[in-house]
């Protein structure tokens, strides 16, 4: 590859686009007008990321971090200051060493993320070329991995041009916005201006640098780092020959105007026209010009900045929102779950108030059910506008639940046994299998979707979005094989039962849509395992080995078409594929297992998981038990509930193993099956009450 021209890249700190304005900051401005612009996750290996974190990423591509005092994975610690100067230099070297470095190092290979603190030093030098780094964030950033920074000075207005011009890649640091009101009172980098001054000052030092850069280079702008222990999206810029006024996207995000902090790295090196080491965890960033009205148009530049506003306003706000969603909605099923259990008390009332009260709860844990389809339909609204956005969020999901369970209620289904359950699981599904199609947008910034200032996903089918998927499917896979079977007809049942798991395995599976590696050897087993049933195929040892090695090698086989695509092309596949042959498999599933214990004991309501599973087995394993009282009229009359509720359960436990945050996988999946089951039960209860049985033909089921 051609070299594109010098490039820049200024490093900053905690600024947000929410900070930027034409009179405030007029050089930043000038970048919204006529550059490049993103909103940038910069989550490190730590919940918030330190000045210092920042610019280690940068330096390795992948998320890295500091492990100073008081710094641990996961927790909000104290941010250690940027070192001012480099120790003494080596024989032969003009700059010298960062200090720190070798603890840098350490935390890096501690942190199982596969970073090399150094890679684009390194990869630079490799092929003789430099770096010149001013100032000390630009140190750590331009450091070889031995910790070497062979060009270096401190921020200097009047010899900053002589010096960008040194070298073909330059990294500028002015300097980092730390919030007074929100940095840890234990922060070597306290600040001691305000924050609007500290802003100012920023701007002040981009006008400079974009002054001095050298003709025909271009000037990439990074926020690395949070202003304090708030984490947010921050600001990304570019500017030059290769860039004008638009867009800057990513195919690691893949979503328009959001990019990833592991994305300059290799940004940097195709600039530079280097070859991207296969371990890096980013893409290059893409120049997407603005279309009409004119990108420097006071309309498109309005258009522009109301879009990163958004992305910066909704995961902050939603951020903050999830856990007492969670905590609430979780408490809200249990006490459902809890008087459905009163309602098993055959001795209240009479025939006629018994069935009302059973119909009315029945009602009510259907329209449970359809709240967390609609938790990603309230992204169609823009509720983090909403003056009190836990008021706005909380309304545009009730719009979403109340037209779905008006579907589910009112409609000629309404009497069938499965006929709710069957329009809430095809409104799941169907959401969510669009969103993933076409770009996962309701999925970001949504209560039980991805967030991007966590970083972990931005696109396909995350844990929490695929328990809800595979959960649904299963219960569908339930519906349409009761009816089948019903009818006379298992081996039509089995191949309907086999379509429905196979279109949803390719849909989470696919790089394109899904990009799921931990979903599908789940979501496999519970279909074959219903399909089994309906044919009466009795499971052996050797069945039950032939299906593991069958769905591990159709793993192998797409995430190894996968890899063959270019490396900024794959999807986690094609990534875990890499990792396995650079030997980083091993460290990538202890990480998995470590946040999967972390999540599971930090979160108590969690810890009810496997206690659930282990009491939802013993249910299903012994239906005559008493604990399974409440189920068993329902067992009798459908022949396939129980054996298709053990296939959910069974995927609920292969993903709470395989994934990590796996926990919540089965309980976000038990927030769309148990009320949806409970929702049968009750409705088996009603028709028990009347003389008449209950009108059935939309979904016949077994007598």
């Not at 007029?26 to 920042?54: I, K, Y």
């Not at 076409?438 to 695929?466: A, C, D, H, I, K």
């Not at 989470?508 to 279909?527: H, N």
């Not at 052996?540 to 490396?567: M, Q």
Request: proline share 8%.
């Amino acid at each position: 590859m051609a070299l594109n021209g010098p490039i820049v890249v200024v490093g900053t700190g905690g600024l947000s686009w929410s900070d930027v304005s034409a009179q405030a900051t007029p050089a930043l401005w000038s970048l919204l007008r006529d550059g490049a612009t993103a909103a940038l996750s910069v989550r490190s290996v730590h919940a918030n990321t330190c000045p210092v974190d920042g610019w280690l990423t940068l330096s390795a591509g992948e998320q890295a971090g500091d492990a100073g005092p008081g710094r641990g994975s996961g927790a909000k610690p104290p941010c250690r200051s940027l070192p001012e100067h480099l120790t003494t230099p080596p024989a032969g070297m003009t700059a010298g060493k960062v200090p720190h470095w070798d603890e840098y190092l350490a935390a890096a290979a501690a942190t199982r993320f596969s970073a090399s603190p150094g890679l684009l030093g390194d990869q630079v030098a490799a092929h003789g070329s430099c770096i010149q780094a001013v100032g000390p964030g630009a140190a750590l950033g331009a450091a070889r991995s031995n910790g070497i920074v062979d060009r270096y000075q401190p921020y200097d207005a009047p010899t900053l041009a002589a010096a960008l011009a040194s070298c073909p890649a330059a990294l500028v640091d002015v300097g980092a916005v730390r919030d007074p009101a929100d940095v840890d009172p234990r922060d070597e980098s306290t600040p001691t201006t305000s924050r609007p001054q500290q802003v100012v000052a920023v701007d002040a030092r981009v006008a400079t640098v974009l002054k001095a850069a050298p003709q025909g280079s271009d000037v990439l702008l990074a926020s690395l780092a949070d202003g304090g222990a708030t984490e947010r999206l921050r600001l990304v810029a570019a500017t030059g020959p290769n860039f004008g006024a638009g867009t800057l996207e990513s195919s690691s995000t893949r979503q328009p105007g959001l990019v990833q902090l592991k994305d300059l790295t290799p940004t940097v090196l195709q600039h530079l026209g280097l070859p991207l080491p296969p371990r890096l965890g980013g893409s290059p960033l893409r120049f997407v010009p603005q279309g009409a009205p004119a990108g420097s148009s006071g309309q498109a530049v309005n258009e522009r900045l109301r879009a990163l506003l958004d992305y910066g306003q909704a995961s902050h706000e939603v951020h903050a929102l999830v856990e007492p969603f969670f905590y609430g909605w979780t408490l809200l099923q249990l006490a459902l779950y809890l008087f459905a259990a009163v309602l098993w008390r055959r001795g209240w009332g009479t025939s006629t108030q018994r069935r009302r009260l059973l119909g009315v709860t029945r009602r009510v844990a259907v329209v449970a059910s359809t709240v967390p389809a609609s938790t990603f339909l309230a992204n169609l609204l823009p509720w983090w506008r909403f003056p009190a956005p836990l008021v706005g969020v909380v309304a545009a999901v009730a719009v979403f639940a109340t037209a779905i369970s008006m579907l589910a209620l009112l409609g000629p289904w309404r009497r069938r046994l499965f006929g709710p359950l069957v329009v809430v699981c095809i409104a799941t599904t169907a959401v969510l299998a669009a969103d993933v199609m076409t770009g996962s947008r309701l999925q970001l910034s949504s209560l039980m979707g991805e967030q991007p200032v966590v970083g972990g996903r931005y696109f396909g089918l995350g844990n929490v979005s695929f328990a809800l998927f595979a959960t649904a499917t299963l219960l569908l896979c339930i519906a349409a094989g009761s009816h089948l079977v019903s009818l006379g007809r298992p081996r039509t049942a089995a191949a309907a039962v086999a379509a429905i798991g196979m279109v949803a395995v390719i849909i989470d599976i696919s790089p394109s849509w899904g990009s799921d590696l931990g979903g599908p050897p789940a979501l496999l087993p519970g279909v074959i395992l219903l399909v089994l049933t309906i044919l009466q195929v009795r499971l052996t040892w050797r069945r039950l080995l032939a299906i593991g090695g069958g769905i591990g090698a159709l793993l192998v086989l797409l995430g190894l078409l996968d890899w063959r695509r270019p490396v900024e092309s794959r999807s986690h596949l094609g990534r875990f594929v890499q990792t396995a042959i650079d030997g980083g498999a091993w460290d990538i599933v202890v990480r998995k297992l470590e946040q999967n214990i972390a999540l599971l004991f930090g979160t108590p309501l969690l810890l009810l998981v496997p206690v659930g599973l282990v009491l939802l087995g013993a249910i299903l394993a012994r239906p005559t038990s008493r604990a399974a009282s409440p189920l068993r009229r329902a067992f009798g009359r459908v022949q396939l509930l129980r054996p298709g509720l053990i296939a959910i359960l069974v995927m609920w436990a292969l993903g709470f193993a395989l994934n990590d945050s796996g926990a919540a996988i089965p309980a976000v999946g038990g927030t769309l099956a148990l009320p949806l089951v409970l929702a049968v039960a009750l409705r088996t209860l009603e028709d028990e009450t009347v003389a008449e049985p209950a009108t059935t033909s939309a979904l016949p089921l077994p007598r």
